[in-house]
């Protein structure tokens, strides 16, 4: 059998035809998952477009609440968290003061055959990392993620019963990092006057609040000056002794309703351990009702203008 040259010609046109079928099938397969991701990316840039698509929801997170943070679509495609906020808790059945009456225990695990590891007054606000349930009682977890002068007085792990303490929802510290910025850019402005140991609250000329206060020692002065508040946060530890500054020994847990106007540590904030106001007694912070501090606080904003006088 003899095979001219135009029957050569078609039969090979006819396997280059398929050569040429299965090549493209070939590069459909290998690329599929491209143009499925694409698709993919196209549907989910029409649901970002879509104006009634205002929100996304935020990933599950175990240390937020379902409230406590909303991921909001702009028109330039950022997503900002708007708010998370922190659980405290305060609290309101421990002992006064001095001691008086019965504390509340801090144990090392969650339950009562734990060992108590400190013991905590009213007023007293701390941080929680967890919450425990145990034998139908809930446990909270205390945390301090905070600088410590003297961490190794904290004795291992803290919790407190559910059953003693109110919880708190706060954003934590907020601070102005840029203290050349710090210029109020608020109507709002705190007085101090040390000589009638009062504190006065204004927002423009509106009185906020006029209370009795507990300001330093003679030793450990209230700076007098103009400040700024640039820090906020719930709760603090503080300790003593401070080189330079205090000799006294002092274990603080929980101080409440922190506002920093100084650098070097000077502070309105809220006193559990004392009911001297009106008249000198810190180691130079302005003291304050634990009541009265939070309320100042929850009105105070970064920037507001704080004058210490005579």
């Known amino acids: 059998m003899f095979v001219t040259q135009k029957h050569h010609r078609n039969t090979i046109i006819i396997f280059s035809g398929v050569l040429f079928i299965l090549l493209f099938f070939i590069i459909l397969i290998l690329f599929k998952p491209n143009l499925l991701s694409e698709q993919e990316t196209s549907s989910l840039q029409e649901y970002i477009d879509d104006p009634s698509s205002k929100y996304l929801e935020a990933p599950a997170n175990p240390f937020l609440h379902e409230e406590e943070v909303v991921v909001e679509i702009t028109s330039e495609k950022i997503l900002p968290i708007k708010k998370v906020l922190f659980e405290y808790v305060e609290v309101i059945d421990g002992c006064g003061p001095h001691f008086e009456e019965e504390c509340l225990n801090v144990r090392s695990g969650p339950g009562v055959e734990y060992p108590v590891v400190s013991r905590l007054r009213n007023g007293i606000v701390l941080k929680v990392g967890g919450k425990v349930e145990n034998e139908g009682q809930v446990w909270y977890k205390i945390i301090f993620d ?5 961490p190794e007085r904290v004795k291992g792990n803290w ?16 601070t102005i990092y840029d203290e050349e910025n710090s210029a109020a850019t608020t109507t709002k402005k705190i007085i101090v006057d040390r000589s009638s140991q009062t504190l006065y609250a204004y927002d423009g000329d509106i009185l906020f609040m006029t209370e009795k206060i507990s300001t330093g020692l003679e030793l450990t002065p209230t700076p007098r ?57 810190s180691h130079g912070c302005v003291n304050l009702w634990p009541e009265k501090a939070q309320e100042l606080y929850n009105w105070a904003e970064l920037g507001t203008l704080v004058i210490v006088k005579d």
């Open 225 to 281: 000056g103009e400040f700024t508040i640039f820090r906020k946060t719930p709760s603090r530890y503080m300790q003593g002794p401070i080189p330079n500054i205090a000799n006294q020994y002092y274990d603080l847990p929980g101080v409440p309703w922190n506002l920093y106007f100084t650098h070097g540590g000077a502070v309105i904030h809220g006193a559990y351990w004392h009911t001297s106001f009106g008249k000198e007694y």
């Open 159 to 174: 919790y407190v019963s559910a059953d003693h303490v109110r919880v708190l929802l706060d954003e934590g510290i907020r």
């Open 146 to 150: 905070e600088w410590l002068r003297y």
